[in-house]
């Protein structure tokens, strides 16, 4: 099994994680957070749906200015609107995972803010990082709507909130 293969394959499996996070993702909470420092529920779960659409930016570019980044994620008013981004996201990422090869995964990769350089990673550990930031974002993403108390799906198996449990 090839590089990209792998990362497809569990693409899929957090793909399915990550939508029943969403689908639970209450439309009059979106404003909530739980401290003036942290995200608000829309931006936290729209910064989950919108991960894996950075495969398709790690792969197709050599790296990203953050400084002046053109990247301005959709307001996104309630679940329906979340999980359409989402699917949009998540096709993006598995198109532009299904047309890698291996040898694509290779060249270095650039985070930069301005002139400083943040990171510079061959683009197989950027896809690996986006994929770690989906499964973290979205576990924060659950500490809030358990603080909210909204029933929690489990990633992998069944949830305390789940029968069966």
Known sequence: MTMTQKFLAQLEEEAIATRKMLSVVPDDKFNWQPHPKSM???HLASHV??????FTLALNTDGLDVSNSQFHPPVINNRAELLDF???KLAQG???L??????DLKPNWTMRYGDRVVSVRPKE???RMSMSQIIHHRAQ?????????????G???PSVDEKGM
Do not use: H, K
């Open 40 to 42: 608000t529920v829309q």
């Open 49 to 54: 749906a919108e991960i894996p659409g950075w």
């Open 86 to 88: 989402f699917e949009q």
């Open 94 to 96: 598995r198109s532009s």
């Open 98 to 103: 299904q047309n890698a090869t291996d040898e």
């Open 125 to 127: 550990d950027v896809i």
């Open 141 to 153: 993403l659950g500490v809030f709507l358990r603080l909210l108390d909204v029933p929690i799906p």
């Open 155 to 157: 990633p992998y198996g």
